[in-house]
């Protein structure tokens, strides 16, 4: 297990009555290494005592912008720390971290840090069920912020549901398979396909699709924090991955996305087709815009190189590659016979038939599916937490354990 030496942490502690679990939590941290900062919200101070962080953690806690003494820096602490943790996080934090309003120091310094963002939440189980409350978590994640995943159980309230927050080990465990994923594909490279084609009809005009590339790009980008090698092939889209480590080589028609994933692949690990290509392509690209001359124009489409189908057919003993399959009906089925048909090692579903899913969301709900059968439903999620979804299974596909 990679361990949190050296590491420095911001902690924030906000208003829920799992706060006194914190001590614990501090003193977890710096058991396994890390250097604790605490932050705390006037609530927070309310359920557990500073004085008792303070002492565990051996550094003052904050829990003012100004104190008597000093101006607590947000901006310096924000670039200070190498995470930030904010355990556990209520949901009227969690509301005004998603919407960037700094008014106490942990908002204030989460507005500043430039560092990975954790957050464990905690509240009654209606109000981790309402839609405010899942679409906050969900943009929170969409910022690149991790969630910690809620526990099931006994609430405060009486009421039994999910909403506790994850313990304080299970908070730690988190942490450790961050950092130990963080190199988890060091040395892989990785080819990814993303974005639309756009394929000429004449210089000014094209046939293409709705695909914004961002879930193709998400992917790119968790693979370079993972150590991967990547190079995205990226038809025209808007986007550009974040992480400067990747690669990009932007395209514009079927074709030339075909060429240029034919080249990378050779030379990759893993490669992952996540582009929504056009099927068809015009059989004459006119040299001159086309006049409007009579009522009605034909275009005779020919058919676009299956580009997943060309890799899939020359894929060498270890190299994998996984493709996407959006789906309207007969889900499971079309989506297992396309992986064989393209011999892809893992397919990812999307369904048109699930809310939020699908070109125009910046969330996606997939299933995912190997040789051996098993079906993998994961639940809606922002596309930066799908695309860790994803390279987890890769993951386990690579080490055996698929
Ligand atoms: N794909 C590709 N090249 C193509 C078409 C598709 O690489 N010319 C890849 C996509 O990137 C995706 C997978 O193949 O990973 C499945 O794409 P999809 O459009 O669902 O499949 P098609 O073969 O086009 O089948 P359909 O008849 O359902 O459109």
Redesign the pocket.
């Known amino acids: 297990m990679a361990n949190l030496t050296g590491k420095k942490m911001l902690l924030g502690v906000t208003g829920s009555i799992a706060a006194y679990k914190s001590a614990s939590l501090v003193r977890l941290l710096i058991k396994a290494g890390a250097e604790v900062q605490v932050l705390m919200t006037k609530s927070g101070a309310d359920f557990i005592s500073p004085l008792t962080l303070s002492t565990l953690s051996k550094r003052p806690v904050y829990t003012d912008i100004t104190s008597e003494e000093s101006w607590n820096s947000h901006v310096e602490m924000g670039l200070w720390a190498d995470a930030m943790v904010v355990a556990p996080l209520t949901a009227a934090s969690l509301a005004k971290m998603a919407c960037g309003m700094s008014d106490n120091i942990i908002t204030a310094t989460y507005l500043s840090a430039r560092c990975p963002v954790f957050f464990a939440p905690a509240m009654d189980l209606d109000m981790w069920q309402h839609p405010a409350t899942r679409e906050n978590v969900r943009r929170l994640q969409g910022f690149g912020n991790h969630l910690i995943p809620v526990g099931h159980g006994e609430l405060a309230s009486g009421l039994v549901g999910e909403g506790r927050m994850a313990e304080p080990e299970e908070i730690v465990a988190y942490l450790h398979h961050f950092w130990e994923r963080q190199q988890s594909l060091a040395g892989k490279k990785i080819l990814i396909?993303a974005g639309p084609t756009y394929e000429p009809i004449d210089p000014v005009r094209f046939i293409g699709n709705r695909s914004s590339g961002k879930m193709g790009v998400a992917l790119a980008d968790a693979a370079a924090r993972r150590g991967a090698e990547v190079t995205l092939v990226l038809g025209p889209s808007r986007l550009l991955p974040r992480e400067s480590q990747v690669k990009v080589i932007p395209v514009q028609s079927?074709g030339e996305?075909?060429r240029a994933?034919q080249e990378v692949f050779k030379d990759a690990d893993i490669g992952i087709?996540?582009?929504?290509?056009?099927?068809y392509r015009p059989r004459e690209v006119s040299a001159q815009k086309i006049k409007k001359t009579g009522d009605t124009l034909r275009l005779e489409l020919v058919k676009?190189?299956?580009?997943?189908?060309t890799?899939g057919g020359g894929k060498a003993p270890g190299q994998w590659l996984v493709?996407?399959?959006?789906?309207t009906d007969n889900e499971l089925a079309?989506a297992q016979s396309?992986r064989e048909?393209?011999n892809?090692d893992l397919?990812v579903l999307n369904s048109l038939q699930d809310e939020g899913a699908g070109f125009h969301y910046d969330t996606n709900k997939i299933t995912i599916l190997g040789k051996d059968n098993k079906i993998r439903k994961f639940e809606l999620k922002s596309k930066l937490a799908v695309a860790e979804d994803i390279l987890d299974e890769i993951e386990a596909l690579w080490n055996g354990k698929i």
């Open positions: 396909t079927a996305m075909h994933a087709l996540a582009a929504a290509v056009a099927d676009n190189p299956d580009i997943a189908a890799l493709g996407f399959a959006l789906e079309n396309k048909k393209k892809f397919i």
